[in-house]
Nanobody
């Protein structure tokens, strides 16, 4: 059984930083962060494959960094240079197959989800 629990959301000013955490129990191969703004589709933000390969949405490249502490089994999303358009509910996602075998930008491809944590960026 896989369980994901996010923490670390909150409010920040534009240009500021936040760091999200996701504690993972169970074995997973592909892990990712998604976000959903009110009235919009859930979109992939970043993913991390079992071999360490990462991928980012164009909108966050150079600003966000995904990483994982394999000892603590915790996934992180460091968010710098935040913009108001980064506002939304952020979700940790995982699956039992490699990212290269699914579409890591497609939320329907992930079988396990956290409850979400809210990020609000003000201008």
């Amino acid at each position: 059984r896989v369980e994901l629990v996010e923490s670390g959301g909150g409010s920040a000013q534009a240009g500021g930083s936040l760091k999200l955490s996701c504690t993972i129990s169970g074995r997973t191969f592909c892990v990712a962060w998604f976000r959903q703004a009110p009235g919009k589709e859930r979109e992939g933000v970043a993913h991390l494959d079992y071999d360490g390969t990462t991928g980012y949405a164009e909108s966050v490249k150079g600003r966000f960094t995904i990483s994982k502490d394999n000892v603590k089994n915790t996934l992180y999303l460091q968010m710098n240079s935040l913009k108001p358009e980064d506002t939304g509910m952020y979700y940790c996602a995982a699956d039992g197959i490699y990212c290269s075998l699914l579409n890591p930008s497609k939320h329907a491809d992930f079988g396990y989800w956290g409850q979400g944590t809210q990020v609000t960026v003000s201008s």
